[in-house]
T-cell receptor, first 115, second 112 residues
Framework: AQSVSQHNHHVILSEAASLELGCNYSYGGTVNLFWYVQYPGQHLQLLLKYFSGDPLVKGIKGFEAEFIKSKFSFNLRKPSVQWSDTAEYFCAVNARDFGNEKLTFGTGTRLTIIP | DGGITQSPKYLFRKEGQNVTLSCEQNLNHDAMYWYRQDPGQGLRLIYYSQIVNDFQKGDIAEGYSVSREKKESFPLTVTSAQKNPTAFYLC???????????FGPGTRLTVT
């Protein structure tokens, strides 16, 4: 069975700082990878996804993530954060498990941006 | 306007009562999922269904039940056997194998 680890539980940054949120997964087969964001009081929204091809994927709002297969990682990055990036961020893995597809989430990282 | 509908937004129940949470989608997605979100624990999978009349237990299925009689509907029943039912419940759907899971707005259940 797959699992997802997000080691940073709460990250606090000042505006304009660079961001990197870690995500590691455990699964030996083919995976689809996602980052979702949940702004306070809002739906979960998709930030970006990786299915195949270029391991560096670009998402909305200036976010990007790099899939490193050898490290089972899919870290989220943003060169310069804004106050409006304050939210909770979830990494997710979609893998086939005994012929069924399961979407498994990490525990989330709360990001607080200080103006 | 396509999407996922969860109703109601807030639900209150007394301990010992079963309660059913609604999830409807008009995206023509085959797969549907139920998650529970608790602070500091992220989203945990309760049940999922790849096709009509078929569903599988997720990681925390105890105390919950589901049905999938129609493609567009995947109701979740929180039974009295669920020891800690107060939580935020999220429904999602996707096209198996290729697509992006879409999430509904969630239902916050409070059991007292």
């Amino acid at each position: 069975a797959q699992s997802v680890s997000q080691h940073n539980h709460h990250v606090i940054l000042s505006e304009a700082a660079s961001l990197e949120l870690g995500c590691n997964y455990s699964y030996g087969g083919t995976v689809n990878l996602f980052w979702y964001v949940q702004y306070p009081g809002q739906h979960l929204q998709l930030l970006l996804k990786y299915f195949s091809g270029d391991p560096l994927v670009k998402g909305i709002k200036g976010f990007e993530a790099e899939f490193i297969k050898s490290k089972f990682s899919f870290n989220l990055r943003k060169p310069s954060v804004q106050w409006s990036d304050t939210a909770e961020y979830f990494c997710a893995v979609n893998a086939r498990d005994f012929g069924n597809e399961k979407l498994t989430f990490g525990t989330g990282t709360r990001l607080t941006i200080i103006p | 306007d396509g999407g996922i509908t969860q109703s109601p937004k807030y639900l209150f129940r007394k301990e010992g009562q079963n309660v059913t949470l609604s999830c409807e989608q008009n995206l023509n997605h085959d797969a549907m999922y139920w998650y529970r979100q608790d602070p500091g624990q992220g989203l945990r999978l309760i049940y999922y269904s790849q096709i009509v009349n078929d569903f599988q237990k997720g990681d925390i299925a105890e105390g919950y039940s589901v049905s999938r009689e129609k493609k567009e509907s995947f109701p979740l029943t929180v039974t009295s056997a669920q020891k800690n039912p107060t939580a935020f419940y999220l429904c999602a759907s996707s096209i198996p194998g290729t697509s992006i899971p879409y999430f509904g707005p969630g239902t916050r259940l409070t059991v007292t």
